[in-house]
């Protein structure tokens, strides 16, 4: 991410929490450039497409869309269909299909090319779903449920393979890093699963998950909300209600850096810039923060949201 105070047109920040709103920002100011309602529910998660211009949020029985730039205060196409929360959402890397995963047990594949809203693909376990990704070879979905286990869905062979990093303990959020090489999960007891994987290509599914040195850690003293790693891959952030974010060496755990703020309550969710420089976080006192992660400040604060912010979606490109 350039610096701060200089302008940043490739750069993409969204919020979206309790309040029934999603708010775009001037990442560099500060300043919201944008709000459009989601009237029917809190917003759950929220992703972008990899070129930027399509917004997917995910809340109660649904999934909205919304275009990035369009002047429009509504969503642009709705999905339907889904009993419950959705819990997480994400893309296709050439925008082809949309993934998400719920509290009804069932992962989805939308057809985003496709006239129909239904889902064209599911796959459905007997538990409440909490988190998913996509694995960069965009063949094998990996979701989590709350009953401690990670499933990795192989959507070519219609094969799915289990693990159970911590059996009977929710599955907060997991992450895949940017290489396909590590699987990161935490858990509701603050607890960080790092795993070495492999066997995941587009002609075979031997799925085999190493827990890495010192895996599993306990990497807070509360809830486990969020898990993603840095896109060099050697890093992780966490996020948690114990009001802090965490940073992580990828391959020995090490505890990096704590950042904390007197004002910030539960941090739902944050995310590496992606020259690793800053991170993003978004709290349940309604402020979402932008952090130097060299000396662990607040650099810049977006201040709207009039209830708990519970998603983010960024996108960034380096100066």
């Given at each position: 991410?350039?610096?701060p105070?200089?302008?940043?047109?490739?750069?993409?920040?969204?919020?979206?929490?309790?309040?029934h709103?999603?708010?775009?920002?001037?990442?560099?100011?500060?300043?919201?450039?944008r709000?459009?309602?989601?009237p029917?529910?809190?917003?759950?998660?929220?992703a972008?497409?990899s070129?930027?211009?399509t917004l997917?949020?995910?809340?109660?029985?649904?999934?909205?869309?919304?275009?990035?730039?369009?002047p429009n205060q509504?969503?642009d196409?709705s999905?339907e269909?889904?009993?419950?929360?959705?819990?997480?959402?994400g893309f296709?890397q050439?925008?082809?299909?949309?993934?998400?995963?719920?509290?009804d047990?069932?992962?989805?594949?939308?057809?985003?090319?496709?006239n129909?809203t239904?889902?064209?693909?599911?796959?459905?376990?007997?538990?409440?779903?909490?988190?998913?990704?996509?694995h960069?070879?965009?063949?094998?979905?990996?979701?989590?449920?709350?009953?401690?286990?990670?499933?990795?869905?192989d959507l070519?062979?219609?094969?799915?393979?289990?693990i159970?990093?911590?059996?009977?303990?929710n599955?907060v959020?997991?992450d895949?890093?940017?290489?396909?090489?590590y699987?990161?999960?935490?858990?509701?007891?603050g607890?960080?699963?790092?795993?070495s994987?492999s066997?995941?290509?587009?002609?075979?599914?031997e799925f085999?998950?190493?827990?890495?040195?010192?895996s599993?850690?306990t990497?807070?003293?509360s809830?486990g909300?969020?898990?993603?790693?840095?896109?060099?891959?050697?890093?992780l952030?966490?996020a948690?209600?114990?009001k802090?974010v965490?940073?992580?060496?990828?391959?020995?755990?090490?505890?990096?850096?704590?950042f904390?703020?007197?004002?910030?309550?539960?941090v739902?969710?944050?995310?590496?810039s992606?020259?690793?420089?800053?991170?993003?976080?978004?709290?349940?006192?309604?402020?979402?923060?932008l952090?130097?992660?060299?000396d662990?400040?607040v650099r810049?604060?977006y201040i709207?949201?009039?209830?708990?912010?519970?998603?983010?979606?960024?996108?960034?490109?380096?100066?």
């Amino acid at each position: 991410m350039s610096a701060p105070g200089s302008s940043g047109s490739n750069v993409i920040l969204a919020t979206g929490g309790y309040d029934h709103t999603i708010r775009f920002w001037h990442a560099h100011t500060g300043v919201c450039c944008r709000t459009v309602q989601h009237p029917d529910s809190q917003v759950n998660a929220l992703a972008l497409n990899s070129s930027k211009d399509t917004l997917a949020a995910a809340g109660y029985q649904h999934i909205r869309l919304y275009e990035v730039n369009s002047p429009n205060q509504q969503h642009d196409k709705s999905y339907e269909g889904i009993s419950k929360n959705v819990l997480g959402v994400g893309f296709h890397q050439d925008s082809r299909w949309m993934y998400t995963a719920g509290e009804d047990g069932t992962a989805r594949i939308w057809d985003l090319r496709a006239n129909s809203t239904s889902s064209q693909k599911s796959n459905q376990v007997n538990c409440p779903l909490s988190s998913i990704c996509l694995h960069p070879n965009q063949a094998h979905l990996v979701f989590s449920d709350q009953n401690g286990s990670v499933f990795v869905w192989d959507l070519r062979a219609d094969k799915t393979q289990k693990i159970c990093p911590d059996k009977g303990t929710n599955i907060v959020a997991l992450d895949i890093d940017p290489e396909g090489v590590y699987l990161a999960c935490v858990t509701s007891k603050g607890v960080l699963h790092v795993y070495s994987i492999s066997g995941l290509t587009q002609d075979s599914m031997e799925f085999k998950a190493t827990p890495t040195n010192f895996s599993p850690t306990t990497a807070h003293s509360s809830y486990g909300l969020k898990v993603r790693f840095s896109p060099d891959s050697t890093l992780l952030v966490t996020a948690s209600a114990d009001k802090t974010v965490k940073t992580w060496t990828t391959s020995d755990l090490g505890l990096v850096s704590t950042f904390k703020d007197e004002k910030q309550k539960w941090v739902w969710d944050a995310v590496f810039s992606l020259d690793n420089e800053h991170i993003i976080s978004a709290s349940s006192d309604g402020i979402a923060r932008l952090w130097s992660v060299h000396d662990k400040t607040v650099r810049r604060e977006y201040i709207g949201h009039q209830k708990a912010i519970t998603a983010l979606a960024f996108a960034d490109s380096v100066a």
